[in-house]
């Protein structure tokens, strides 16, 4: 059994130890917090054990009276691997605590690229991170883009990709985000971060991205063109991107027009939070003209990254099936949206 440590119980955080938690090869040490807030509270209740993050604030936990295991040092040194889910600039900085224990360590894509020895897509790179000591699981868009042209480079070859990411202004418990009302270009300047992050994923692969963010919580949506090497009709495509457990096609006659709806039917599912693991394409929108191809998706920014952490851990501690990493993680998560609209004729 990996013993697995997540160092910040935050959106990602809280996420990622839910789903260690079932895995078949996986033992969830515990988790390490900075405050006795209601994300502790939650820990507690699942019987997490907790870890203080700030050695200094361990009181805090017991004047509210929440039990702790320890200090985080001490989850460090029992881990076998710790998914450091700290917010930007954090785990950075946490990884000469990591590196003093010898314990690999896993990032998230809010630290730049050259923290980690490499940065990771389960569907796109899984073998570079074999063995390595730091693995920077990429951000939520760049998740996104990468389990989507790394099958169409694969079958199609990719001559360039145009991606416009109209982002949400923040998460839903981000009130420091709000109250917001406006549309702007960000950043103002092309590219966007976003094309040369997928370039740590796949580094030949020719992209300009821009950005925008919009006064929304639920979702990012990606409008994408790329222009193949081959020109497949858009039925072929169709096909293809189905047959990704890690893409959802938005049947036509769903009903879904956006991300409103796409949480509901997350939530209607019995999804835990309501979360979509899945990138979401709009069936409709894929389109070929001559080369090109267009679509929608839509990245739900606080759970796409969660089957790719839990991939991160086996690669990290030298699992080298790739293929069977992904399909045990989805099974235990229950990835694979599915549709009944889906066979409709
Ligand atoms: P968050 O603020 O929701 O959670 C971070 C948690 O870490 C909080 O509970 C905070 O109290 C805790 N923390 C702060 N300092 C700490 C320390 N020194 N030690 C331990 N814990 C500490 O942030 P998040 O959204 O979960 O983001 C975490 C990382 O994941 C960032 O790199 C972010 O860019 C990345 N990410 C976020 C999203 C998203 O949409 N939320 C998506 C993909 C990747």
Known sequence: MIQVGVNGYGTIGKRVADAVAEQPDMELVGVAKTR???EAETAVRRGYPLYAAIPERADQFADAGIDVAGEVDELVAASDVVVDATPSGVGEQNLELYDDYD???????GEGA???DVSFNARANYANALGADSVRVVSCNTTGLSRLLAPLQEAYGVEKARVTLVRRGGDPGQTDRGPINDILPDPVT???????????ILPDLDIDTLGMKVPATLMHTHSVNVTLDAAPDADEVRDRLADENRLFLIPDDSGIDGSGKLKEFAMDAGRPRGDIWENCIWEESITVEGSDLYLFQAIHQESDVVPENVDAIRAITGDEDADESRATTDDRLGVGLDSVFADAP
């Open 36 to 38: 006795p807030n209601h």
């Open 103 to 109: 314990t690999p360590a896993i990032v998230q894509g």
């Open 114 to 116: 050259d923290v980690a």
């Open 190 to 200: 092309i590219p966007s971060h976003h094309g040369p992050d997928v370039n740590t």
